[in-house]
Protein backbone atom coordinates (compact mmCIF):
# COMPACT_ATOMS: atom_id res chain seq x y z
CA UNK A 1 0.00 0.00 0.00
CA UNK A 2 1.29 3.60 -0.57
CA UNK A 3 2.98 5.39 2.05
CA UNK A 4 0.90 8.16 3.65
CA UNK A 5 1.01 11.50 3.07
CA UNK A 6 3.43 13.83 5.80
CA UNK A 7 0.68 15.70 7.69
CA UNK A 8 1.02 19.68 6.65
CA UNK A 9 2.99 21.04 9.51
CA UNK A 10 1.14 23.13 11.69
CA UNK A 11 0.07 23.32 15.34
CA UNK A 12 2.57 23.22 18.09
CA UNK A 13 3.75 19.64 17.16
CA UNK A 14 5.92 18.25 14.12
CA UNK A 15 3.87 15.27 13.74
CA UNK A 16 6.12 14.28 10.62
CA UNK A 17 8.54 12.96 12.63
CA UNK A 18 6.28 10.19 14.28
CA UNK A 19 7.15 6.64 13.86
CA UNK A 20 4.48 4.14 12.68
CA UNK A 21 5.37 0.54 11.62
CA UNK A 22 3.39 -2.26 9.91
CA UNK A 23 0.16 -3.79 10.95
CA UNK A 24 1.28 -7.20 9.92
CA UNK A 25 4.10 -6.98 12.66
CA UNK A 26 2.15 -5.96 15.56
CA UNK A 27 0.97 -8.33 18.02
CA UNK A 28 -2.56 -8.37 18.33
CA UNK A 29 -5.21 -10.04 20.95
CA UNK A 30 -7.63 -11.32 18.47
CA UNK A 31 -8.07 -13.27 15.46
CA UNK A 32 -10.86 -14.16 12.86
CA UNK A 33 -9.35 -17.77 13.97
CA UNK A 34 -11.33 -17.17 17.14
CA UNK A 35 -15.08 -16.52 15.81
CA UNK A 36 -17.88 -17.89 16.66
CA UNK A 37 -19.77 -19.22 14.34
CA UNK A 38 -23.60 -18.69 13.90
CA UNK A 39 -26.03 -21.97 15.42
CA UNK A 40 -27.89 -24.05 12.76
CA UNK A 41 -30.93 -25.23 14.76
CA UNK A 42 -30.96 -28.81 15.68
CA UNK A 43 -27.46 -29.14 16.23
CA UNK A 44 -25.41 -30.64 19.78
CA UNK A 45 -24.36 -29.25 22.37
CA UNK A 46 -20.88 -30.25 21.78
CA UNK A 47 -21.26 -28.41 18.52
CA UNK A 48 -22.81 -25.15 19.97
CA UNK A 49 -19.83 -25.04 22.34
CA UNK A 50 -17.18 -25.40 19.64
CA UNK A 51 -19.31 -22.72 18.01
CA UNK A 52 -18.38 -20.14 20.51
CA UNK A 53 -15.69 -17.32 20.12
CA UNK A 54 -12.60 -18.64 21.85
CA UNK A 55 -12.17 -15.62 24.07
CA UNK A 56 -12.44 -13.92 27.47
CA UNK A 57 -15.11 -15.99 29.58
CA UNK A 58 -15.65 -19.03 26.85
CA UNK A 59 -11.75 -19.70 27.15
CA UNK A 60 -12.04 -19.78 31.18
CA UNK A 61 -15.10 -22.23 30.67
CA UNK A 62 -13.20 -24.09 28.64
CA UNK A 63 -10.31 -24.40 30.53
CA UNK A 64 -12.42 -24.74 34.07
CA UNK A 65 -14.10 -27.93 32.10
CA UNK A 66 -10.67 -29.50 31.13
CA UNK A 67 -8.94 -29.04 34.72
CA UNK A 68 -12.24 -30.81 36.58
CA UNK A 69 -11.91 -33.38 34.06
CA UNK A 70 -8.43 -34.17 34.23
CA UNK A 71 -8.63 -33.98 38.55
CA UNK A 72 -12.25 -36.86 37.90
CA UNK A 73 -9.46 -38.65 35.76
CA UNK A 74 -6.92 -38.53 38.05
CA UNK A 75 -8.90 -39.52 40.99
CA UNK A 76 -8.54 -36.13 42.60
CA UNK A 77 -10.74 -34.07 44.72
CA UNK A 78 -13.42 -31.79 43.04
CA UNK A 79 -15.21 -29.50 45.69
CA UNK A 80 -18.08 -27.48 45.57
CA UNK A 81 -18.71 -24.96 47.96
CA UNK A 82 -21.94 -23.99 48.10
CA UNK A 83 -24.11 -20.56 48.96
CA UNK A 84 -27.63 -20.96 48.74
CA UNK A 85 -28.70 -19.12 45.44
CA UNK A 86 -27.81 -22.02 43.13
CA UNK A 87 -30.32 -24.53 45.30
CA UNK A 88 -32.74 -22.04 44.98
CA UNK A 89 -32.77 -21.41 41.38
CA UNK A 90 -33.38 -25.19 40.76
CA UNK A 91 -29.60 -26.45 40.29
CA UNK A 92 -29.74 -29.18 42.58
CA UNK A 93 -30.44 -32.03 39.63
CA UNK A 94 -27.51 -30.98 38.04
CA UNK A 95 -24.98 -30.83 40.92
CA UNK A 96 -26.79 -34.23 42.09
CA UNK A 97 -26.14 -36.24 38.83
CA UNK A 98 -22.42 -34.30 38.91
CA UNK A 99 -22.19 -35.91 42.51
CA UNK A 100 -23.90 -39.55 40.84
CA UNK A 101 -21.11 -39.24 38.19
CA UNK A 102 -18.19 -39.35 40.95
CA UNK A 103 -17.19 -35.81 39.24
CA UNK A 104 -18.56 -33.82 42.50
CA UNK A 105 -16.35 -35.61 45.61
CA UNK A 106 -17.66 -32.98 48.02
CA UNK A 107 -19.59 -30.46 49.00
CA UNK A 108 -19.68 -27.66 51.50
CA UNK A 109 -22.12 -25.64 52.34
CA UNK A 110 -23.19 -23.29 54.19
CA UNK A 111 -26.17 -23.41 56.43
CA UNK A 112 -28.91 -21.64 54.37
CA UNK A 113 -28.27 -24.28 51.72
CA UNK A 114 -29.35 -27.07 54.20
CA UNK A 115 -32.74 -25.23 54.72
CA UNK A 116 -33.84 -24.85 51.36
CA UNK A 117 -32.27 -28.19 50.10
CA UNK A 118 -34.54 -29.52 53.68
CA UNK A 119 -37.95 -27.57 52.74
CA UNK A 120 -37.26 -28.52 48.54
CA UNK A 121 -36.91 -32.21 49.45
CA UNK A 122 -39.79 -32.25 52.05
CA UNK A 123 -42.67 -29.92 50.77
CA UNK A 124 -41.22 -29.62 47.02
CA UNK A 125 -40.78 -25.31 47.58
CA UNK A 126 -38.87 -22.82 49.67
CA UNK A 127 -37.34 -19.09 49.66
CA UNK A 128 -40.36 -17.78 51.55
CA UNK A 129 -41.42 -14.33 50.77
CA UNK A 130 -39.19 -12.33 54.19
CA UNK A 131 -40.90 -8.84 53.11
CA UNK A 132 -44.59 -10.53 54.02
CA UNK A 133 -44.24 -12.36 57.24
CA UNK A 134 -41.14 -10.07 58.77
CA UNK A 135 -43.37 -7.31 59.88
CA UNK A 136 -45.45 -9.89 62.00
CA UNK A 137 -43.04 -12.64 63.51
CA UNK A 138 -43.77 -14.98 61.11
CA UNK A 139 -40.29 -14.59 59.15
CA UNK A 140 -38.72 -18.38 59.51
CA UNK A 141 -40.98 -19.66 61.75
CA UNK A 142 -41.97 -22.83 59.97
CA UNK A 143 -42.47 -25.62 62.35
CA UNK A 144 -41.17 -28.56 60.37
CA UNK A 145 -38.16 -26.53 59.05
CA UNK A 146 -36.87 -26.04 62.60
CA UNK A 147 -37.51 -28.52 64.60
CA UNK A 148 -36.68 -31.46 61.80
CA UNK A 149 -33.46 -30.00 60.82
CA UNK A 150 -32.83 -29.32 64.72
CA UNK A 151 -33.59 -32.51 65.66
CA UNK A 152 -31.37 -33.86 63.06
CA UNK A 153 -28.18 -31.81 64.26
CA UNK A 154 -28.70 -32.76 67.87
CA UNK A 155 -29.30 -36.46 66.91
CA UNK A 156 -26.12 -36.34 64.64
CA UNK A 157 -23.81 -34.49 66.94
CA UNK A 158 -24.48 -37.35 69.74
CA UNK A 159 -23.19 -40.03 67.22
CA UNK A 160 -20.21 -38.12 66.06
CA UNK A 161 -21.46 -36.32 62.95
CA UNK A 162 -21.18 -33.19 61.07
CA UNK A 163 -24.36 -31.00 60.77
CA UNK A 164 -24.17 -32.02 56.58
CA UNK A 165 -23.90 -36.15 57.45
CA UNK A 166 -26.63 -35.96 60.37
CA UNK A 167 -29.14 -33.66 58.33
CA UNK A 168 -28.51 -35.99 55.13
CA UNK A 169 -28.88 -39.69 56.84
CA UNK A 170 -32.26 -38.09 59.04
CA UNK A 171 -33.83 -37.41 55.85
CA UNK A 172 -32.82 -40.58 54.34
CA UNK A 173 -33.96 -42.17 57.24
CA UNK A 174 -37.86 -40.23 56.88
CA UNK A 175 -37.48 -40.52 52.92
CA UNK A 176 -40.91 -41.49 53.29
CA UNK A 177 -41.95 -37.64 54.41
CA UNK A 178 -39.74 -36.37 51.81
CA UNK A 179 -41.29 -35.98 48.19
CA UNK A 180 -38.54 -34.48 46.60
CA UNK A 181 -35.54 -36.47 48.23
CA UNK A 182 -33.79 -37.29 44.91
CA UNK A 183 -32.96 -33.64 44.38
CA UNK A 184 -31.71 -33.22 48.07
CA UNK A 185 -27.44 -32.60 48.23
CA UNK A 186 -27.48 -33.90 51.14
CA UNK A 187 -29.35 -36.89 51.05
CA UNK A 188 -27.36 -37.62 47.98
CA UNK A 189 -24.04 -37.27 49.81
CA UNK A 190 -25.08 -39.34 52.87
CA UNK A 191 -26.28 -42.19 50.30
CA UNK A 192 -23.11 -42.02 48.13
CA UNK A 193 -20.69 -41.19 51.31
CA UNK A 194 -20.13 -38.11 49.53
CA UNK A 195 -18.35 -35.83 52.64
CA UNK A 196 -21.16 -32.71 52.88
CA UNK A 197 -20.08 -29.66 55.31
CA UNK A 198 -22.52 -27.43 56.68
CA UNK A 199 -20.25 -24.07 58.38
CA UNK A 200 -22.63 -22.10 60.05
CA UNK A 201 -22.23 -18.82 61.53
CA UNK A 202 -24.97 -18.87 64.99
CA UNK A 203 -27.89 -16.55 64.75
CA UNK A 204 -27.85 -16.23 61.03
CA UNK A 205 -29.99 -19.35 59.70
CA UNK A 206 -33.68 -19.37 60.58
CA UNK A 207 -33.37 -22.57 63.08
CA UNK A 208 -31.43 -20.96 64.81
CA UNK A 209 -34.83 -19.60 66.15
CA UNK A 210 -36.99 -22.08 66.89
CA UNK A 211 -36.89 -23.07 70.66
CA UNK A 212 -34.91 -26.89 70.11
CA UNK A 213 -31.76 -25.01 68.61
CA UNK A 214 -29.04 -26.56 70.72
CA UNK A 215 -25.63 -24.08 70.29
CA UNK A 216 -23.84 -26.51 71.81
CA UNK A 217 -24.57 -29.31 69.40
CA UNK A 218 -24.74 -26.83 66.26
CA UNK A 219 -20.81 -25.53 67.32
CA UNK A 220 -19.34 -29.14 67.63
CA UNK A 221 -20.87 -30.70 64.21
CA UNK A 222 -20.04 -27.43 62.21
CA UNK A 223 -16.44 -27.73 64.14
CA UNK A 224 -16.53 -30.84 63.50
CA UNK A 225 -17.18 -30.31 59.09
CA UNK A 226 -14.59 -27.96 59.07
CA UNK A 227 -12.25 -30.28 60.24
CA UNK A 228 -13.94 -33.18 57.62
CA UNK A 229 -13.40 -30.40 54.84
CA UNK A 230 -9.92 -30.08 56.04
CA UNK A 231 -8.90 -32.97 55.59
CA UNK A 232 -10.25 -33.52 51.99
CA UNK A 233 -8.55 -30.04 51.03
CA UNK A 234 -5.51 -31.65 51.77
CA UNK A 235 -5.69 -34.58 49.81
CA UNK A 236 -6.96 -31.67 46.94
CA UNK A 237 -2.81 -31.84 44.96
CA UNK A 238 -3.95 -31.45 41.64
CA UNK A 239 -7.67 -31.27 42.65
CA UNK A 240 -10.16 -28.29 42.04
CA UNK A 241 -12.49 -26.17 44.57
CA UNK A 242 -15.03 -24.39 42.83
CA UNK A 243 -17.22 -21.46 44.77
CA UNK A 244 -20.50 -21.27 43.93
CA UNK A 245 -22.92 -18.17 45.30
CA UNK A 246 -20.55 -17.60 48.47
CA UNK A 247 -19.22 -14.15 49.19
CA UNK A 248 -17.96 -14.18 52.52
CA UNK A 249 -19.05 -17.43 54.46
CA UNK A 250 -16.84 -20.38 52.23
CA UNK A 251 -14.15 -18.23 50.95
CA UNK A 252 -12.68 -17.63 54.35
CA UNK A 253 -13.70 -21.06 55.25
CA UNK A 254 -11.53 -22.52 52.61
CA UNK A 255 -8.63 -20.19 52.70
CA UNK A 256 -8.25 -21.34 56.59
CA UNK A 257 -8.63 -24.98 55.24
CA UNK A 258 -5.69 -24.54 52.74
CA UNK A 259 -3.43 -23.17 55.64
CA UNK A 260 -4.18 -25.64 57.89
CA UNK A 261 -3.88 -28.57 55.28
CA UNK A 262 -0.24 -26.64 54.96
CA UNK A 263 0.79 -26.18 58.26
CA UNK A 264 0.00 -30.13 58.27
CA UNK A 265 2.43 -30.92 56.02
CA UNK A 266 0.37 -30.39 52.79
CA UNK A 267 1.96 -28.23 50.34
CA UNK A 268 -1.24 -28.07 47.66
CA UNK A 269 1.25 -26.67 44.84
CA UNK A 270 -0.81 -27.23 42.34
CA UNK A 271 -4.08 -26.73 42.84
CA UNK A 272 -6.93 -24.63 40.55
CA UNK A 273 -9.52 -22.64 42.09
CA UNK A 274 -12.59 -21.02 40.66
CA UNK A 275 -15.40 -18.53 41.61
CA UNK A 276 -18.79 -18.33 39.77
CA UNK A 277 -21.05 -15.54 40.93
CA UNK A 278 -23.03 -12.63 39.52
CA UNK A 279 -20.48 -9.79 40.73
CA UNK A 280 -16.42 -10.10 41.90
CA UNK A 281 -16.25 -9.42 45.20
CA UNK A 282 -13.63 -9.21 47.25
CA UNK A 283 -13.26 -12.47 49.44
CA UNK A 284 -13.47 -14.58 46.78
CA UNK A 285 -11.18 -13.22 44.58
CA UNK A 286 -8.48 -12.72 47.10
CA UNK A 287 -9.16 -15.86 49.29
CA UNK A 288 -10.78 -18.53 46.57
CA UNK A 289 -8.57 -17.00 43.86
CA UNK A 290 -5.40 -15.47 44.62
CA UNK A 291 -4.27 -16.29 47.76
CA UNK A 292 -4.49 -20.43 47.57
CA UNK A 293 -2.92 -20.18 44.01
CA UNK A 294 0.11 -18.00 44.89
CA UNK A 295 2.29 -20.36 45.38
CA UNK A 296 1.54 -22.79 42.73
CA UNK A 297 -2.10 -23.09 40.52
CA UNK A 298 -4.75 -20.99 38.59
CA UNK A 299 -7.48 -19.17 39.33
CA UNK A 300 -10.55 -18.86 37.28
CA UNK A 301 -13.06 -16.33 37.72
CA UNK A 302 -16.97 -17.14 35.67
CA UNK A 303 -19.34 -14.36 36.16
CA UNK A 304 -22.72 -14.34 35.18
CA UNK A 305 -26.13 -15.65 36.92
CA UNK A 306 -25.88 -19.28 37.88
CA UNK A 307 -28.72 -20.57 36.79
CA UNK A 308 -27.53 -20.43 33.32
CA UNK A 309 -23.24 -20.58 33.89
CA UNK A 310 -24.00 -23.27 36.04
CA UNK A 311 -25.45 -26.11 33.30
CA UNK A 312 -22.50 -24.93 31.06
CA UNK A 313 -20.24 -25.73 33.18
CA UNK A 314 -21.41 -28.75 34.24
CA UNK A 315 -22.40 -30.18 30.65
CA UNK A 316 -18.79 -28.45 28.91
CA UNK A 317 -17.13 -30.85 31.62
CA UNK A 318 -19.33 -33.92 30.28
CA UNK A 319 -18.44 -32.93 26.96
CA UNK A 320 -14.92 -32.67 27.28
CA UNK A 321 -14.88 -36.02 29.87
CA UNK A 322 -16.62 -37.61 26.40
CA UNK A 323 -14.03 -36.18 23.79
Known amino acids: MPKSPKPPARGPLDLSRVKTY ?4 RRSKVRTSQFGSPWQSGGTFAGFLASLPDVLAVKTLRR ?3 AIAHAHRRRRPVIFGLGAHPTKVG ?6 DLMDRGIITAVAMSGAVVIHDFELAYLGQTSEDVDAEIDN ?3 GMAEETGRMINEAIIQGDKEGQGIGEAVGRYMNRHAKAFRS ?3 SLLAKAATLNVPATVH ?3 GTDIIHMH ?8 GAASLYDFHKLTA ?3 RMEGGVYVNVGSAVLLPEVFLKTVTLSRNLGRSLRHITTANLDFLNQYRPTTNVLKRPTQKGGVGYALTGHHEIMLPLLAAAILEELDS
Open 64 to 66: LAK
Open 181 to 183: IKT
Open 211 to 218: PLADGAAL
Open 232 to 234: VVS
Open 22 to 25: PLRT
Open 200 to 202: VAI
Open 137 to 139: GRF
Open 91 to 96: LNPILV
